[in-house]
Structure formats: C-alpha cells, structure tokens
C-alpha cells in the first residue's frame, strides 16, 4: 500500500512526498529527522474511498432574464435535496396526460457511445490507475 509523508519544505511551506510502501516512508522519515533536522512528521496510508454517483439537479435562471422579473424562491439551508415521495400523487381531473412521442430513426443523432466506467471510481477501464494529484 502506498503512502505519504507530510513536512514542512526549507522555506516553510508545506510539503509531501508519495512512497511505494511503509518501509519506505519510515527511511524517509528517519532521513528528514537525522539529515534535514525537519522535526513535523506525519505518515498516512493510501487507500481508495468507495464513491457513489447520485444525480442532483440545480435550476439556474438565464441571464438575459430581468432581475425585477426573475422568481425569488427561498433556498432551504440543507445540504441535500429531500427525498421524493415513495407514491406518485393521482392525477387531477383538470390535468391533461401529454402522449409521448418517439424519436423517428432519421432524427436520432450520431452520438459517441460513453465508455463504460471500472467500479465506481470513475475512471474508464482502460485507463491507467492513478491518484491524481499524488501521481508521482
């Protein structure tokens, strides 16, 4: 498992280094603190964090829409939108049912299939592993 060592640089600002293994961590460790006298350590072990994918809508109003004129809707202060109902609501009398209607073939558009995703951390399955920002 890799990990990584947080200190401090020589001009103060901080800093980390990404080590294949424990063991390695620990000689870097030994070599900061004997060598450099850097005495603020830390080690912490990589690992990967399960991700779940949910959708989320946001409205926005555009922007050639007047300020006067725009709906002010007050905006609940929570962090996730409540759930929807289990059961969906019978239909008022008054309520028109719109038929839907499909696509003709001609109208399909020629779109790029999306490649499929490994797990659920987002990345193809072709692509190489990596973690991003700790890629050394």
């Known amino acids: 498992m890799e990990h990584v060592v947080f200190f401090p640089a020589h001009d103060g600002t901080p800093a980390f280094r990404r080590v294949s293994s424990l063991e390695d961590a620990v000689r870097l460790v030994e070599h900061l603190r004997n060598v450099e006298n850097v005495a603020e350590l830390s080690v912490h072990s990589l690992s990967e964090v399960p991700l779940a994918f949910k959708a989320f809508y946001r409205v926005e109003v555009p922007g050639d829409v007047p300020a006067g004129d725009a709906p002010v809707a007050e ?17 008022v009398e008054d309520t028109v049912a719109v038929p839907v209607v499909e ?6 558009s020629d779109e790029v299939p999306v490649p ?18 700790f890629a050394s």
Do not use: M, Y
Request: glycine residues 8%; charged residues 10%; without cysteine.
């Open 116 to 133: 499929a995703l490994a797990g659920s951390n987002g990345h193809s399955e072709d692509a190489p592993s990596s973690l991003g920002f």
């Open 75 to 91: 905006v609940p202060s929570q962090e996730q939108p409540p759930p929807l109902p289990d059961t969906v609501p019978a239909l």
């Open 103 to 108: 696509a003709a073939p001609s109208e399909v």
